[in-house]
């Protein structure tokens, strides 16, 4: 395989692995004002992914600087044409960041449930935003030959750019509800049960409508009925959102987490796949679409950055291995009553 | 609307508030990690306590420089973008390496440190901190390489209409950014420093935790005393490296008009870019700047007026930067010998420590005039000879950057203000009883 196909490929894992990590932390967000009931319910979802989301947030930036070092033309064109939707983003992503730390610091109703608000907020817009904005790239991006951008922030509130919204924001809230089924024990835990499999009932028929949308929305499809093998990808997602089901109804937590993690892992690679070459398509031309042959980085970067990435990010999984396994118990009095725990 | 001037402004604000956070990240991490290593193995609970307490103030700190630091790397792609397209292929490797090998290992780890007080042994947990340590500061490795190339792009060709990487340990070698580092590094350390010695001075006056805080001073003011002899060093090799590659910025760091010899430096000064010359000078002393910049009384020093008006950089805010970034350096080394002296008999010497206490900002104030200095009297090129800062902007409305930039004034000014609050409670509250 030639170097910008293995790049596309990486750039696309990335970007996969963000949401697959990040993914839960987001739904939790979601999920807080409302399955959160009491004080000592929120704490637990905030200590359940306390020590992780650092880290997961991280695959965001590796994602950015990725695409930045393998395909500076895609990072420019992208970034500076949905420089709002991206802007929003970023400060919801920074009031997510402080909320969790600072809600605990002072002892006030008022000051807690600012927090809360911007928790929520946090959590929801970059769920909702990043699916509005994948949508949108599957189906094509209003620039020109010259990387100028001629639409504006309200256009890709489409419908199908909403419907992936929408979708993102399910799909994180069941992969969240199901790592609190990991974390929460007794009646919370239950909790998080029924809110999965209620999530889930939802998930289903709009993953569907979006598998139809996009065969009128986008041009996904081509690739697939080039080389149908590339089904595997969607038989694997649509097996997996099953299994999340499955799962757990049979109360094996971390199966069905597993199971979420999949479906989110097979919703980017059905884009990733429908996408190939390009990374970023416009919607005016399809000779101006930016592919991984016409917008990398020159061989001698790819080769070096291939060469940094296939030992740092080994590495990294590695350690973040280790970290999940580390805080993968329950959330007990003993933590929440911790100097240190949000 | 200049979206210019306000994706400059953007940028400028959003880095050096992401500034105000990262030096202390840097340096506090490692004074933290040796209080948590004194703890492991003695067993000294006291060494516990100021762990704990200087870590509650790190994380609020770390919390705020993590958050301000993600946006900076997407503005390269949102404002920058005719920059990230046309050196992306240097430069976008070193952001993507910082990510993936440095800011990872720190960002997981702090969350281990944060929640992992029960799961992991003493020992395992003061290794924890260290990791973080180690890898925020490779992580400011990596952006100052990054930052070098812009100062002194070195290891590519133009091909294809681009900037490509031909060498790419010269990139990683280069001398610009390896000065940066052995300069910026250790002055972290004396902001760290004189953070722990500023708030150990608070507690000392008032006479009350006197065992942490003595203790707490005591390996600040090592710190302190080194990293300050070694920032006149490396300010010094600096200032030899600049005067060689960016004499431009020489010229605009001491407002330096004329062309000559014997170059004097001028005590004070208020320049006139207009007049092209400076309104008021006194004091001046010829032939130093002639050595500062090239270690040679009778070096020649080009004047600004010899540098074409489309290649000069704004002349005030270096010129202003530079004085008061080695005036607050020579009074660092001052304090820190006359506190090397009163070493043991710190509580007996109260307006030592008042002033001590009033020096937390000094370094901050200093730091950020180093940047001051080294970003605007790189103007007005992006990439120093290479690419001017105003064909690096996006093609996009200046009224987006425009909200962007009120938003990020509102929020950072919000965030800083509740930091700042928050820290000054901890502050106040002082280390708390351990039972563990």
Redesign the interface.
């Given at each position: 395989m030639e170097l910008q196909s293995i790049w596309f490929f990486l750039w696309g894992l990335l970007w996969a692995i963000f949401f697959l990590t990040d993914g839960f932390d987001f739904g939790i967000g979601i999920l807080y004002p409302f399955a959160g009931k009491t004080d000592r319910d929120k704490r637990v979802m905030l200590?359940a992914k306390?020590?992780?989301?650092?880290?997961n947030?991280?695959w965001?930036?590796?994602a950015?600087?990725?695409?930045?070092?393998?395909f500076?033309?895609v990072?420019?064109?992208?970034?500076?044409s949905l420089?709002?939707p991206?802007?929003l983003i970023?400060?919801a992503?920074?009031?997510r960041?402080?909320a969790m730390?600072?809600r605990g610091?002072?002892e006030s109703p008022g000051w807690k449930k600012t927090w809360d608000t911007l928790i929520f907020l946090g959590s929801f817009l970059p769920a909702l935003l990043f699916g509005v904005a994948f949508a949108n790239i599957f189906a094509g991006i209003p620039f020109d030959n010259?990387?100028?951008?001629h639409g504006n922030t309200l256009k890709l509130l489409t419908p199908y750019g909403l419907l992936g919204g929408i979708l993102f924001v399910l799909m994180f809230m069941l992969h969240g509800a199901n790592w609190m089924t990991i974390k929460a024990t007794g009646e919370l835990q239950d909790r998080f049960a029924r809110i999965a499999a209620k999530t889930w009932m939802v998930l289903v028929p709009v993953a569907v409508v979006f598998l139809i949308a996009s065969y009128f929305a986008t041009s996904l499809y081509d690739n697939y009925i080039k080389s149908p093998a590339l089904f595997l990808v969607i038989v694997i997602a649509v097996a997996a959102l099953l299994c999340a089901r499955y799962f757990n109804a049979k109360q094996a937590w971390f199966k069905a987490w597993f199971a979420s993690a999949l479906t989110i892992m097979g919703c980017i690679f059905f884009g990733i796949c429908g996408l190939f070459p390009a990374l970023f398509p416009s919607s005016m031309d399809p000779a101006w679409d930016l592919t991984a042959f016409n917008a990398s980085?020159?061989p001698?970067?790819l080769k070096?950055?291939l060469g940094?990435?296939s030992i740092?990010?080994p590495i990294?999984i590695a350690?973040?291995s280790w970290?999940y396994n580390?805080?993968k118990d329950p959330i007990s009095d003993?933590?929440l009553d911790?100097?240190?725990?949000y | 609307m200049d979206p210019v001037f306000l994706s400059r402004l953007q940028f400028a604000a959003a880095t050096m508030f992401h500034f105000l956070f990262v030096p202390l990240t840097l340096g506090l991490s490692i004074l933290i990690a040796y209080m948590e290593t004194k703890y492991a193995w003695s067993g000294d609970k006291n060494y516990l306590r100021m762990t704990k307490f200087w870590g509650k103030l790190f994380l609020i700190n770390f919390a705020l420089g993590v958050v301000t630091g993600i946006t900076l790397e997407f503005q390269f792609g949102t404002n920058w973008s005719r920059y990230s397209e046309y050196v992306g292929d240097v430069f976008g490797s070193l952001l993507a390496i910082e990510a993936s090998a440095a800011f990872f290992l720190e960002s997981t780890f702090i969350g281990i440190w944060i929640f992992g007080w029960n799961k992991i042994s003493a020992k395992a947990h003061a290794g924890v901190m260290w990791v973080v340590a180690i890898a925020g500061n490779f992580s400011a490795v990596w952006i100052l390489i990054a930052n070098g190339f812009m100062q002194h792009p070195v290891g590519y060709d133009i091909r294809n209409g681009r900037a490509e990487l031909t060498d790419f340990m010269a990139v990683v070698t280069n001398k610009h950014g390896l000065l940066e580092i052995i300069h910026v590094v250790p002055a972290s350390l004396l902001l760290g420093a004189f953070f722990v010695m500023g708030i150990s001075a608070y507690h000392l006056l008032k006479k009350q935790h006197t065992e942490i805080f003595l203790k707490s001073f005591r390996i600040a003011l090592v710190v302190g005393l080194v990293s300050s002899l070694t920032l006149g060093f490396t300010g010094d090799m600096h200032g030899v490296n600049v005067s060689k590659h960016q004499p431009a910025k020489l010229a605009a760091m001491e407002s330096h008009w004329e062309t000559r010899t014997q170059a004097p430096i001028v005590m004070f000064a208020i320049p006139d870019e207009t007049q092209e010359k400076n309104k008021i000078e006194i004091g001046s002393i010829p032939g130093v700047l002639s050595f500062l910049g090239f270690h040679d009384f009778n070096a020649e020093v080009v004047g600004l007026r010899d540098i074409p008006k489309e290649d000069r950089p704004p002349v005030l805010p270096t010129f202003v930067g530079f004085r008061t970034m080695v005036g607050l350096g020579t009074l660092f080394i001052l304090l820190m010998i006359y506190g090397w002296i009163r070493r043991n008999k710190l509580l007996e010497s109260p307006n030592f420590l008042k002033i001590m206490l009033w020096s937390i900002p000094l370094p901050y104030i200093a730091m950020e005039m180093g940047w001051v200095v080294s970003e605007v009297g790189r103007q007005p090129w992006i990439v120093y000879n290479l690419m001017r800062t105003s064909d690096a902007v996006s093609p996009i409305a200046g009224t987006q950057v425009m909200v962007s930039l009120t938003a990020f004034i509102l929020v950072y000014g919000l965030l800083g203000a509740v930091g700042f609050y928050l820290i000054a409670k901890s502050v106040k509250e002082g280390p708390e009883a351990v039972t563990a």
């Open positions: 200590n306390g020590p992780l989301w650092d880290g947030e991280v965001l930036v590796t950015g600087g990725v695409t930045f070092a393998a500076p033309k990072y420019a064109t992208m970034f500076s420089y709002t991206l802007m970023l400060f992503l920074i009031f960041g402080v730390h600072f610091k002072i010259q990387g100028l951008y980085s020159s001698l970067t070096i950055m940094v990435v740092s990010i990294v350690y973040q970290s580390l805080f003993e933590d911790m100097d240190e725990a | -």
